[in-house]
């Protein structure tokens, strides 16, 4: 009776131990080889995070609620009149939240090509990876890149993804390293030109975002290599920006 017992016990934890391997492959995302598959999972998710968002009273970007009926009148990120350029990055600018339209209105700056404009800035910056699983594409995995916010509470001036200084590609010793691409985003300065950043903000006046840049991963680091951020590889993710500009000005050439 023994032996009988231990026997059927070893077959259950066989069956348990098969049953938690073929769970794990179902739940492993294996990256696709194709970068058409890739950036269609992107676009996918993308639009399934602008539909399933929304921006608070401070523009900051909230999930909605299945549960909680105070969201309800709120607009999803999908209808605030995103707007999508070629490279797919999209943006969203906040009405009532730009310097021309802030109360009272506030000097203005145009954010220059090519990060050519120094900008200090309230920023939320995450990441996401795009993954299917049965035929069901979202973001799965996220994490934060820099986030002024919630954290240190005072606004940045350029952010490392955003400019890489020449001090910072002088001080590299790898090749690759002194190129401004393996910092930047360009996704994220693309997006920006459609901003207009304020001027002399003072650095303790009450955050209120001005919009949101979303980039597909084509338009971020894609599959190259790039600065070690996190800890973890950014290569095939997207970026989501919730910021405001609280000073913006042309950057000296030396710098």
């Not at 943006?91 to 939240?97: D, H, K």
């Not at 590609?169 to 985003?185: G, M, P, Q, V």
């Amino acid at each position: 009776m023994k032996k009988i017992f231990l026997y059927i016990l070893a077959g259950s934890l066989c069956f348990s131990a098969c049953k938690k391997d073929d769970d794990d492959a179902v739940a492993t995302f294996t990256e696709p080889e194709d970068i058409a598959t890739r950036n269609s999972y992107d676009e996918q998710a993308i639009q399934k995070y602008m539909d399933n968002n929304y921006l608070d009273i401070q523009g900051n970007i909230k999930a909605f609620s299945s549960t909680d009926t105070t969201d309800d009148n709120y607009k999803k990120l999908s209808e605030l009149n995103p707007v999508k350029l070629p490279s797919g990055v999209i943006y969203i600018v906040r009405n009532g939240a730009q310097p021309i339209d802030s109360n009272p209105p506030a000097s203005q700056f145009t954010i220059e090509d090519n990060a050519k404009s120094e900008i200090k800035t309230m920023i939320r910056a995450n990441y996401m990876l795009a993954t299917e699983s049965d035929g069901n594409v979202s973001f799965t995995t996220s994490g934060t890149l820099l986030n002024t916010i919630t954290g240190s509470g005072s606004p940045i001036t350029d952010p490392l993804f955003y400019y890489a200084t020449k001090a910072v590609r002088n001080a590299a010793t790898a090749d690759l390293a002194k190129a401004r691409s393996y910092y930047e985003i360009e996704g994220l300065q693309e997006g920006l030109k459609y901003f207009k950043g304020f001027v002399g903000k003072d650095d303790g006046d009450t955050y209120n975002l001005q919009g949101v840049i979303l980039v597909p991963s084509r338009a971020a680091f894609a599959r190259d290599p790039h600065f070690n951020y996190t800890g973890y590889s950014l290569q095939n993710n997207c970026f989501v920006f919730n910021f405001q500009i609280y000073d913006a000005k042309t950057r000296p050439a030396d710098l």
